[in-house]
């Protein structure tokens, strides 16, 4: 059984550039979370989905981050305009249920010059 | 909003060694209390939870929980090298808009020399 795929793995983009990240999560895995990974934030949820349903838009990102669930297997995480304080490893993780654990994709190293 | 803290920030032990992490949070309500495990230049994996209060041993690995204090922690008995990673604890509240939500701590680095 496939794991959660993210695509690209690596993402160079200038500021003011629209990027999109793309997931598939675990088959069968109903909630999708989006991430942003940085050595000074550390790890923050920038959305959540539950049975394709948006639980969580970003709080603080949501002025140009958008994440979409296309289906239950595809997810998208927009990023319009770019910023250079957006670079950052961007992490796509499924679970079953509110109970059970997260399966973390590899993740996309997005650096905005 | 969940607060949760980590302890210490980076740690250095020799191989062998009793390994202690600790995990504060701030809400009450929450209930499924997690570490999970990334090494470097990989994904973060889970590697225990733990759902009430008591202790959990699994192999080397032993997460104690108090909700009483808001507060859980990791132990890692004879710490390998293979140990070294970052390692973050995770909290779960399952109340209204918040349920399923995962609030991480920022990670304690542990290195673990042979």
């Known amino acids: 059984d496939a794991g959660v795929t993210q695509t690209p793995r690596h993402e160079v983009a200038e500021k003011g550039q629209t990027i999109i990240l793309k997931c598939e999560p675990v088959s069968g895995h109903n909630d999708l979370f989006w991430y942003r990974q940085t050595k000074i934030q550390g790890l923050e949820l920038l959305s959540y989905f539950r049975s394709k349903s948006l639980m969580e838009d970003g709080g603080a990102f949501k002025d140009r981050f958008k994440a979409e669930m296309l289906n239950s297997s595809f997810s998208t995480l927009k990023i319009q305009p770019t910023e250079p304080k957006d670079s950052a490893v961007y992490l796509c993780?499924?679970?079953?249920?509110?109970?059970?654990?997260?399966?973390f994709g590899p993740g996309t190293r997005l650096t905005v010059l | 909003q969940q607060n949760v803290q980590q302890s210490p920030e980076s740690l250095i032990v020799p191989e062998g060694a009793r390994t202690s992490l600790n995990c504060t949070f701030s809400?009450?309500?929450?209930?499924y209390f997690w570490w999970y495990r990334q090494h470097s230049g990989k994904a973060p994996k889970a590697l225990m939870?733990?759902?009430?209060?008591g202790e959990k041993e699994e192999g080397r690995f032993t997460i104690h929980l108090n909700k009483a204090s808001l507060h859980f922690s990791l132990h890692i008995r004879d710490s390998q090298p293979s140990d070294s990673a970052l390692y973050l604890c995770a909290v779960t509240v399952m109340r209204g808009a918040n349920t399923g939500k995962l609030t991480f701590g920022h990670g304690t680095i542990l290195r673990v020399h042979p």
């Open positions: 939870s733990i759902f009430s209060n």
């Open positions: 809400d009450s309500a929450s209930q």
């Open positions: 993780a499924s679970s079953l249920g509110a109970d059970a654990e997260q399966f």
